[in-house]
């Protein structure tokens, strides 16, 4: 008798309801049976297990051997999770596909511009924020160097540059092609340079400062501990170009 909590994760991972979960592992358990045998093993009515057969072969879960009677054959566990796995990447594909061509519409347009009249007439005292958590701020930073037109200055430790590499890998491509200078300050070894582009300038410099520049006129600044919990690191972002001016200027200063 299969346990009921492994019949749930089954649910869950292959999205199957209960009864196609009990016959689908009924089957696999058998190899190939009939309908009727499926039935008294599972536990499933019969008056809905030819419904749930034919379900399952929509799906590719199982496949159907003509004879008499009309047996059915279970398809290998490795196969379904490759399928799924490549039919959640062609939708991931196609969803980003769809977002990505959002920036051409007019609809988009109007959105930036009324974003563009509206920070017009904010302060820009109050164009800052604070973020915490490290899922989030790696977030907000993959949105942040996403958006740069000029220039991305990355100023991190030796651990923090893994983890820029991680969540900036697919953005760099993007900002080489736009013609985006990025450059790197961080103490830096080897594998470092193999997964960063050729585009990107690194420079030796060691540090426990982490910093993010974009375009001159927006910083975002890690200001906890860099051995403290994932879950309680912070950044603070800065949008005013003075500020960050001040800043570049006395970084600069620093490397003479």
């Known amino acids: 008798m299969i346990q009921k909590t492994f019949l749930e994760e089954l649910k869950g991972y292959f999205r199957l309801n209960i009864y196609e979960a009990k016959i689908w592992t009924s089957l696999l358990s058998r190899g190939i049976a009939a309908a009727g045998e499926l039935a008294d093993i599972s536990g499933v009515p019969r008056s809905r297990c030819y419904d749930v057969l034919e379900n399952l072969e929509k799906k590719g879960f199982i496949i159907m051997k003509i004879g008499k009677p009309i047996k059915y054959m279970a398809v290998q566990p490795e196969v379904i999770v490759e399928r799924i796995k490549r039919d959640l990447e062609e939708k991931a594909k196609s969803q980003e596909e769809f977002i990505e061509n959002i920036r051409g519409t007019d609809s988009f347009k109007e959105l930036e511009l009324l974003h563009k009249t509206g920070v017009e007439n904010v302060d820009i005292s109050e164009l800052s924020n604070s973020i915490t958590g490290r899922d989030n701020l790696n977030r907000f930073i993959k949105s942040m160097v996403e958006k740069a037109k000029k220039n991305v200055t990355i100023v ?100 003479k």
Do not use: C, H
């Not at 991190?156 to 900036?168: A, C, E, N, P, Y």
């Open 156 to 255: 991190t430790t030796k651990d923090g540059l893994k983890r820029k590499i991680k969540i900036l890998k697919n953005i760099f491509p993007g900002l080489e092609k736009r013609k985006v200078n990025v450059t790197v300050f961080s103490e830096i070894d080897n594998e470092y340079k193999t997964k960063l582009p050729k585009s990107v300038k690194l420079n030796e410099f060691q540090t426990d400062a982490r910093f993010i520049i974009v375009d001159n006129e927006e910083l975002i600044f890690m200001s906890s501990d860099k051995d403290l919990n994932p879950e309680y690191d912070m950044g603070v972002w800065v949008k005013s170009k003075f500020f960050v001016d001040a800043l570049s200027a006395m970084f600069e200063e620093n490397l």
